[in-house]
């Protein structure tokens, strides 16, 4: 079964840090995609940031830019997110997604989704 595996998640005070990490698994795809989505309570999933793994393209939900930073570690199979200046807002289920097609300046067509880690944001 082809399921990225997250961790890293936990509770953390507000304006601290957490950086999350999944590993994906190794797909003979020319490329991929991988991206991070977060579930909050009573909220629709959504999407937080993608990295292309060949190019190293990225792209950020404007909730999250100049907080976070996604980043590739290819040797590991690898993707991370770096996560700064936390707010409560930011709690929420994290879940680690991956594509064959499509950029990561598209945030539809995920196909394999892990099953997330909890990130608690206090106030």
């Known amino acids: 079964q082809v399921q990225p595996v997250e961790s890293g998640g936990g509770l953390v005070q507000a304006g601290g840090s957490l950086t999350l990490s999944c590993v994906v698994p190794?797909?003979?795809?020319?490329?991929?995609?991988m991206g991070w989505f977060r579930q909050a309570p009573g909220k629709e999933r959504g999407f937080v940031a993608a990295i292309s793994r060949t190019y190293g393209s990225t792209n950020y939900d404007n909730s999250v830019k100049g907080r976070f930073t996604i980043s590739k570690d290819n040797a590991n199979n690898r993707v991370l997110l770096e996560m700064n200046s936390l707010k409560s807002e930011d709690t929420a289920v994290y879940y680690c997604a991956i594509k064959s097609e499509g950029s990561p300046y598209d945030t539809l067509g995920y196909e394999y989704w892990g099953q997330g880690t909890q990130v608690t944001v206090s106030s």
């Open positions: 190794a797909l003979p795809f020319r490329d991929l995609t």
